[in-house]
């Protein structure tokens, strides 16, 4: 959810044109008490590139992985989204349609973001249908976090860590300032859609400045079959303001230098050479700094005066490196845009073979804006199926 003291941002982005891809996604009623629902459920496409191919079972496998920005609904009211039909607001009406979308996309890994109610309600839920599950709060007195669910049949977690980015904050004071930092810096409260980030302290205080209660989880997995592979996921959240860039390439640089260690970590412990994927919700539109920092080591990256430093390691889109990304992930009348990622790591045994079809800007079921009855979340799903090579 991308907001700015309450209002939504205007779009920076243009809306496309009707695609036939339309056609390919499907719509089923569904009754939420006092409002009927038609959910719609995407489905994954294979990639068109001539040079990307299915794998057979003798030569490897696939997996899937989704990532979406379910809308916490602690920042669910009609005041942030009054375009939006009150009765499918509610968590009762809502929650039914979050866990019927992700068990329709039935992938190996869901990476969850503005996930609140987990204890309460997600867990118990989502892992009815097979999974395991790690999670992570955010920081101060935010509801929501990023959780990670997989298919506990097929992955066997090995290790975790999670991330909190107001470790930036510490690692650019030393020990004598912190303590005086740390007084002047008051906990941040759940309502970021109707407070701004200045109202939590001086902004040009570098402890306050970064203190922005931002998380993520990273957790290496070993598949049980055909054979093992180890594979790294990390789901992250970043910052939202437009206005604190700096902010989000902090947390940016800070989140692959963390995956890096973690990789050489798990590398070193269990003799692998693990493939990466990291996704998320990372409030950043193609182009801008931090969607060309975590690009600038991958073989698309073209050059860049902001990204003149090395990268931990190469990434690519999933989206742009098979169908170019998307106009939008998040649709609202105030906001249209990409702000949700896959990203993976080229040159370790793994390569998209299809991904998650989005709609176009003329589909029907998005009139109005998100959320709706057949979207409950203003961010739309993601995901991409990965081919591992048997040799990796």
């Given at each position: 959810m991308l907001l700015k003291s309450g209002v939504v941002?205007?779009?920076?982005?243009?809306?496309?044109s009707s695609s036939s891809r339309q056609s390919k996604i499907c719509m089923k009623r569904m009754s939420t008490g006092t409002s009927t629902a038609t959910p719609v459920y995407p489905k994954f496409v294979p990639v068109e590139q001539k040079e990307i191919t299915s794998v057979s079972e003798s030569d490897g496998f696939t997996f899937r992985l989704v990532s979406y920005n379910i809308l916490a609904q602690a920042y669910?009211?009609?005041s942030v989204f009054p375009h939006s039909p009150s009765p499918c607001l509610k968590w009762k009406a809502r929650s039914p349609v979050i866990l019927d979308v992700l068990k329709s996309l039935d992938a190996d890994i869901l990476c969850l973001q503005e996930l609140d109610e987990y204890d309460k309600f997600y867990k118990e839920k989502i892992e009815q249908n097979d999974y395991s599950s790690i999670y992570i709060k955010r920081s101060g007195r935010k509801l929501d976090g990023c959780g990670i669910f997989y298919k506990h049949k097929r992955l066997e977690l090995v290790t975790e860590e999670r991330i909190d980015y107001n470790d930036l904050a510490n690692l650019i004071l030393d020990d004598s300032s912190r303590l005086?930092?740390?007084?002047?810096?008051?906990?941040?409260d759940n309502k970021e859609e109707v407070?701004?980030?200045?109202?939590?302290?001086?902004?040009?205080?570098p402890y306050v400045r970064l203190k922005r209660d931002c998380v993520g989880i990273m957790a290496a997995f070993k598949f049980k079959y055909p054979y093992q592979h180890y594979v790294i996921v990390t789901n992250t959240h970043i910052y939202w303001d437009p206005e604190w860039a700096d902010v989000k390439l902090a947390q940016a640089k800070y989140l692959l230098s963390r995956v890096a260690r973690f990789k050489k970590t798990v590398s070193e412990k269990y003799e692998c050479t693990p493939s990466v994927l990291i996704?998320?919700?990372?409030?950043?539109?193609?182009?801008?700094?931090?969607?060309?920092?975590l690009v600038s080591g991958g073989p698309m990256s073209e050059p860049s005066p902001e990204c003149s430093e090395d990268v931990p390691m190469p990434l690519c889109s999933v989206y742009a490196h098979t169908r170019g990304e998307p106009k939008f992930t998040n649709y609202t009348?105030?906001?249209?845009?990409?702000l949700d990622y896959i990203l993976f790591s080229p040159s370790e045994g793994i390569e998209p073979v299809g991904y998650l079809e989005l709609p176009d800007a003329e589909s029907p079921d998005l009139k109005g804006g998100l959320p709706n009855y057949y979207h409950p979340s203003d961010h739309l799903p993601?995901?991409?199926?990965?081919?591992?090579?048997?040799d990796s």
């Open positions: 941002l205007l779009s920076r982005i243009p809306l496309i669910v009211k009609s005086e930092q740390k007084e002047r810096a008051p906990e941040t407070t701004s980030p200045r109202d939590h302290g001086d902004p040009n205080d996704a998320g919700d990372f409030n950043s539109v193609p182009g801008d700094k931090v969607y060309q920092y009348p105030g906001f249209t845009g990409t993601i995901g991409a199926e990965f081919a591992v090579h048997k």
